[in-house]
Each structure stands twice: as C-alpha cells, then as structure tokens.
C-alpha cells in the first residue's frame, strides 16, 4: 500500500489541474452555519483532495484565490493567536508587500495551526 505522499508525488506530475481553498459548510449551530477553510488540489475528474500547507505549497499548480479567500483564510489564522503582541507584530509584518504565502508561513511559525481538516472560518 502506498503512503499518501506518494500517492500526491505521482498525482502531482499528472493528475492535479489546480489547487485553491476552498469554503466548507458546516453544521446549522444557533440559527447560524459555521463553515471551514481547507486547502485542496483539483484533479482531471473534478475530484477534491485535502492537503496540508506543506502539500500545497510544494505544488507547482495555478490556484484559484482572489481577495476574498486570501483575506478569510488569513483572518482564520490570526484569530488563532492568543497574544495580542503577535497579532500587533503580524500587522507590522504584513503592511509591505508580502504575498500570501509569507503570510500564511509567518502566522503558522508564530503560533497559528492548520490540519487536513480545514481551519473554522472567522
């Protein structure tokens, strides 16, 4: 039986299309739906396969984020950090010109988690 890293190396090179976030709607909770951000790739069969950050980002795929996604999935993160100080530093760090990614990286190192599962969406 083959690991699931394997299985995502031999996909990578022919099956997966594209990879993006996409919103996950959750359970009906006080009137109200929660929902979760998960990051997945796309294969030929329109078939959607959760990856960690790691995965995602070592795939050399087009994905589909606009500013939307980018700014939900970024606020579900720092919404993850206790310390005020952080969040003041990731303010900071993020008024420049920093792309999603370095974002994404910076929250995880700094206390931020991230499953397969998804994140809850904030």
């Known amino acids: 039986?083959?690991?699931?890293?394997?299985?995502?190396?031999?996909?990578?090179?022919?099956?997966?299309?594209?990879?993006g976030i996409f919103s996950e709607e959750g359970k009906k909770v006080d009137l109200a739906r929660t929902g979760?951000?998960?990051?997945?790739?796309?294969?030929?069969?329109?078939?959607?396969t959760p990856l960690t950050w790691k995965e995602y980002k070592s795939l050399k795929l087009p994905d589909n984020?606009?500013?939307?996604?980018?700014?939900g999935f970024v606020q579900s993160l720092l919404s993850q950090l206790k310390n005020f100080g952080k969040?003041?530093?990731f303010n900071s760090f993020s008024r420049g010109?920093?792309?999603?990614?370095?974002?994404v990286d910076w929250l995880l190192?700094?206390?931020?988690?991230?499953?397969?599962k998804g994140i809850k969406q904030k």
């Open 87 to 89: 969040k003041v530093d």
């Open 97 to 103: 010109n920093v792309s999603f990614e370095d974002k």
């Open 65 to 71: 984020l606009n500013d939307y996604v980018e700014k």
């Open 1 to 19: 039986m083959k690991t699931f890293r394997e299985l995502l190396q031999e996909a990578s090179k022919n099956d997966f299309v594209k990879k």
């Open 109 to 116: 190192k700094n206390g931020a988690k991230y499953t397969k």
């Open 36 to 48: 979760k951000w998960v990051l997945s790739a796309v294969d030929d069969d329109n078939n959607v």
